[in-house]
T-cell receptor, first 115, second 113 residues
Framework: AQSVTQLGSHVSVSEGALVLLRCNYS??????LFWYVQYPNQGLQLLLKYTTGATLVKGINGFEAEFKKSETSFHLTKPSAHMSDAAEYFC?????????????FGTGTRLLVSP | NADVTQTPKFRILKIGQSMTLQCTQD?????MYWYRQDPGMGLKLIYYSVGAGITDKGEVPNGYNVSRSTTEDFPLRLELAAPSQTSVYFCASTDAVSVDTQYFGPGTRLTVL
């Protein structure tokens, strides 16, 4: 069975600092990997995704993530945090060969950005 | 505007009451999903549908029912509300061609007292 582990339920950074949100996954087959962002009182919005090809994936709002198969990781980074990045971030995995997507989500990491 | 809409936004139920959470998408997506989100627990899949007339259970289906009579609509039914069903419910959809991006509605916050 697939699973996702997000290390740290809360991460605090200062505005302008590096953002690093950690995600490790478990999958018996090649995975599709996703990061979703949830702003307060809103639904989830896709930030970026890895399906095949280049392992460094760029998303919206300056975020990027790197798929590292040997480490079973898909950490999310942003070089310089902005106040508007404060939100909850979810990592998710689905199996690449099912032809139908069933996402398994991590428990989420809340990013706090201080001035 | 391509969208997933959910109604109501908020609801308080008494134990044993029933209600239907509505979900509609206007993107002609075949695949639709219902999730619940509990604090610190991430999202759990309740039910999903691969097209009109076809539904299947997800990870946490007990206490819920769904139907899919049209491509656009995927209502979630709670028959006998219990406090354990207090949660935020999200509907999502994706198309058959690009089955890797799910579009989420704004959610329904349900409290069962």
């Amino acid at each position: 069975a697939q699973s996702v582990t997000q290390l740290g339920s809360h991460v605090s950074v200062s505005e302008g600092a590096l953002v690093l949100l950690r995600c490790n996954y478990s999958s018996s087959v090649p995975p599709y990997l996703f990061w979703y962002v949830q702003y307060p009182n809103q639904g989830l919005q896709l930030l970026l995704k890895y399906t095949t090809g280049a392992t460094l994936v760029k998303g919206i709002n300056g975020f990027e993530a790197e798929f590292k198969k040997s480490e079973t990781s898909f950490h999310l980074t942003k070089p310089s945090a902005h106040m508007s990045d404060a939100a909850e971030y979810f990592c998710a995995v689905s199996e690449a060969d099912t032809g139908f997507q069933k996402l398994v989500f991590g428990t989420g990491t809340r990013l706090l950005v201080s001035p | 505007n391509a969208d997933v809409t959910q109604t109501p936004k908020f609801r308080i139920l008494k134990i044993g009451q029933s209600m239907t959470l509505q979900c509609t998408q206007d993107m002609n997506h075949n695949y639709m999903y219902w999730y619940r989100q509990d604090p610190g627990m991430g999202l759990k899949l309740i039910y999903y549908s691969v097209g009109a007339g076809i539904t299947d259970k997800g990870e946490v289906p007990n206490g819920y029912n769904v139907s899919r009579s049209t491509t656009e609509d995927f209502p979630l039914r709670l028959e006998l509300a219990a406090p354990s069903q207090t949660s935020v419910y999200f509907c999502a959809s994706t198309d058959a061609v690009s089955v890797d991006t799910q579009y989420f509605g704004p959610g329904t916050r349900l409290t069962v007292l």
